[in-house]
């Protein structure tokens, strides 16, 4: 029975986890229809921003805001210089978000090496429940992880911010017709996006070791979690997308390898995919 509860423990952590990793996308792809594959590289420097600011001697806690906020920066930057002039245009706005992801990978490495990084673990001890024991941050990382997504959720669905972008995204022309800036509403959610990524990268940083590449597994399952769970279900949708990818994932590997696992899943996901082509919770939003 202990051995059941903890692989339901673990898959909701799991779940949690790649849910705050897929936010940024989510927001991001989601609400814009942007196919942001520069995702992965902004969730790599967020990391990376969090180990030179803790490495410097400043604390965890406000390493990782100022580690998001920079991130955010670089994706202000990024959409005012070069996404803005291509927002109807999909296939070019994938173009210059992987072409991003080249060139910040490449300044990632000239700036901080290629050596392996370690953000020292702020929660290093453990919570026990009965016979078990959980991972003190990783289980603070995953409620984090559920407080932002319901705080995106609720900014969605009950402010006048998120009704303006609900219009937006429903029917641009009527929106700017009734006077809002598409413009400004796009580079806010661009630049929140990428805000998010940079948080995620962050807050995963002291359970990983950090390299320039560690974007890239988040960038291929956050896709899979957003296209899963449907564009635009911000919450719920990122959720069950994340348990599809992540969490079922530790369920697989009880009975076979985990790399076994893994391809099982993506298996799963495709088949999904082919018959939920718009996502699992398509038309409740």
Known sequence: MSDIIGVAIDSVLITLVLSLAASGLAVVFGLIGVINMGHGAMLTLGAYLTWATTTAGLPFILAVPLAA???????????????????????????????????????IKIVFGTDFRAVSNPLPGTI?????????????????????????????????????????VQNQEVASLLGQDASMLYKQVFVAGAFLSGLAGALISPMLSIDPYIGNVYLVRSFFVVTLGGLGLLVEGTIIGSFVIGGSETIFALATSQVFAQTIVFVLAVVLLRFFPRGLLAGRD
């Open 69 to 107: 906020f920079g991130v955010a920066i670089v994706g202000l930057l990024l959409e005012h210089v070069l996404i803005r002039h291509f927002y109807s245009k999909p296939f070019e706005t994938l173009l210059l978000t992987w072409g991003f992801f080249m060139v910040s990978t490449e300044v």
């Open 128 to 168: 026990e429940i009965g016979a078990l024991q959980i991972p003190a941050y990783r289980a603070v990382v995953a409620v984090l992880s559920l407080l932002i997504l319901l705080t995106i959720g609720f900014i969605y669905k009950k402010t006048t911010f998120g009704l303006r972008i609900r219009a937006l």
